[in-house]
């Protein structure tokens, strides 16, 4: 670990915060000496301290251990290349449209695969006025669900959130019809195309 390295990045992101030292070390109920001491690089936080310290700067607690800011490429975000990520912990469902780095509940999140739609999980899609009505013939229990259907078209994503013990039915508008996925918690993502 290079402290001169952390150190400049610490204060570099204290900056871009508007902040003081005296104002982190607030925040985290250290002095204003010790944040001084960490952006000299004649110190670096307790691993106690960096979730955080993290949180008040904006980053994650990796950035800061590394020492630096990793920049993706400039991305127009083109949705044909839309990663979908759900947490193991808490089911929370996050999509993006270009490079990044998603974490919750602590952990680091990798994006899901889709696979082509098996037998058991074909839904039955049928046009209702200007929408298409999918029904999923999978059970819906708190073991085993359909968590999410989500239609992709060119500028925009629509995503619906379906439970357990509730119907396994969506209704999207059909221009959202071009490119559809679905995650059951149990067999992962799966594409319509």
Known sequence: M???????????LRKVKGMTQKQVAEKIGVCAKTVSKWETGHGFPDVAILPALAEILGVNTDTILSGKLTQNEE?????????FYVCSKCSNILFQSGNGELCCCGKKLNPLVSKA????????????EDDL?????????KSSYISFVAGIKDDSVLLVRLYPEQNAQVR??????RKIC?????????EIK
Do not use: A, W
């Not at 290079?2 to 570099?12: F, I, P, R, S, V």
């Not at 679905?182 to 799966?190: E, I, P, V």
């Open 182 to 190: 679905f995650y059951c918690n149990n067999h992962g993502l799966f």
């Open 172 to 177: 999207l508008p059909r221009q959202y019809g």
């Open 75 to 83: 991305e127009t975000g083109n949705m044909k290349k839309i990663k």
């Open 117 to 128: 739609v098996d037998e058991n999980h074909k839904p039955s899609i049928e046009p209702v």
């Open 2 to 12: 290079d402290l001169n390295k952390n150190g400049k990045l610490l204060l570099e």
């Open 133 to 141: 009505f999918l029904s999923f013939n999978h059970e819906m229990t």
